[in-house]
């Protein structure tokens, strides 16, 4: 490989919480790339933790919408046009336009990271003017982005059928690290991530009324002020507290000491059945045991290390029984924990990284 190669990977997220981006650029960094990573600056970001890669902030009139996305859309190609670079990464739909257009006019390589199957998220699909968009952007341009990876094999799959291209499977793990399971004085409940639509919180917050311990959110998103206003209406202000954004530090040390990790989405779309989040394999690495819906990717590995209580649907009984089960059948819950602990040697990013170099040692 030649280490002098350079690699620009692009996001709309905000750069210092995105775990799955920091450890790819990271991998790369140490591959030999001289990697780049760029997102957009918000009015309210945070100053920019230094990393082993570069990161590069370009600011924006809109925070939200098709204003938005036009402007970030113009400025980042303009951006990718004059700058040095090898290789272009898109992740995601929502920055393919700009590296695409850009990868052709300078004849340049181009990869697709894909963390979901963007046309099916619920936020695109409830509003059909979007959904339609989203979806021209999607067969205008993934199917001419032939190497590529995604977070699981129920993606890999859409994709090929969906667009003929033929992705790699590069997982959301977390990166190995030597643990020890802290005494736990408080049994409280975490969900860390994104708070949007479509992960269950107007299931799992009524569902708190019926469970003995705390549920703390580390996380903001596009259904914070709902989950904020849901949580007043149950009179649950005691129960369920909010944090915010956390940075991944900060948040591994919620991780380790919490009792149950939250991993839950909604039946309402393609993308949210066939996903397999980054927070399932976090919980996974620090012993916690974990509610999920019963979903392909979930149960394929909890079939292999059963590691999570798996729920058929996220209704609140489901969720206050599971959860319940969870908080004080002592058995079960150390059988979990204990397969938490086999399965992070085999569910772990230093396996992950292997085939993410492969993908761009290939280019």
Not at 57 to 70: C, D, F, P, T, V
Request: aromatic share 12%; glycine share 4%.
């Amino acid at each position: 490989m030649n280490t002098s190669k350079k690699i620009v990977c692009t996001v709309t997220n905000d750069l210092n919480y995105d775990q799955r981006m920091i450890r790819i650029c990271t991998s790369l960094t140490e591959a030999g790339y001289d990697v780049t990573l760029i997102g957009f600056e918000r009015k309210n970001s945070a100053p920019i933790i230094p990393r082993p890669f570069k990161q590069v902030r370009l600011s924006i009139i809109a925070e939200q919408g098709k204003i938005m996305y036009l402007h970030y859309w113009i400025k980042l190609f303009f951006y990718l046009l004059f700058m040095k670079v090898d290789i272009l990464c898109a992740i995601d739909l929502d920055t393919i336009l700009p590296v695409y257009y850009v990868s052709l006019l300078r004849k340049k390589k181009r990869v697709y990271d894909a963390h979901e199957i963007f046309t099916d998220l619920k936020e695109v699909i409830s509003r059909p003017a979007v959904h339609k968009m989203w979806l021209w952007i999607g067969k205008h341009t993934v199917p001419n982005f032939p190497v590529g990876y995604t977070i699981g094999e129920c993606y890999a799959e859409d994709f090929k059928k969906r667009y003929g291209v033929d992705y790699k499977i590069v997982r959301n793990a977390t990166i190995l690290r030597p643990v020890t399971i802290p005494e736990k004085p408080e049994h409280f409940i975490l969900y860390q991530g994104a708070v949007n639509v479509g992960r269950c919180f107007e299931q799992l917050i009524p569902a708190m009324k019926d469970v003995n311990a705390r549920l703390i959110i580390c996380g903001k998103g596009n259904f914070s002020d709902e989950a904020v206003a849901l949580t007043k209406e149950y009179g649950l202000e005691d129960k369920v507290i909010f944090k915010g954004y956390i940075p991944p530090a900060e948040l591994r040390e919620y991780t380790i000491k919490a009792w149950v990790g939250i991993t839950l989405f909604e039946d309402t779309s393609l993308s949210n059945r066939l996903s397999l989040a980054n927070r399932f394999f976090d919980y996974m690495h620090n012993g916690v045991p974990q509610l999920c819906i019963k979903y392909p990717e979930y149960e394929r590995i909890n079939s292999q290390y059963e590691i999570a209580s798996l729920i058929e649907s996220a209704t609140p009984q489901n969720i206050a029984y599971a959860l319940n089960r969870l908080l004080t059948d002592t058995k079960y819950y150390n059988t979990l924990q204990e397969n938490c602990m086999k399965a992070r040697e085999k569910y772990c990013w230093q396996e992950e990284a292997k085939t993410l170099t492969e993908v761009y040692n290939q280019l």
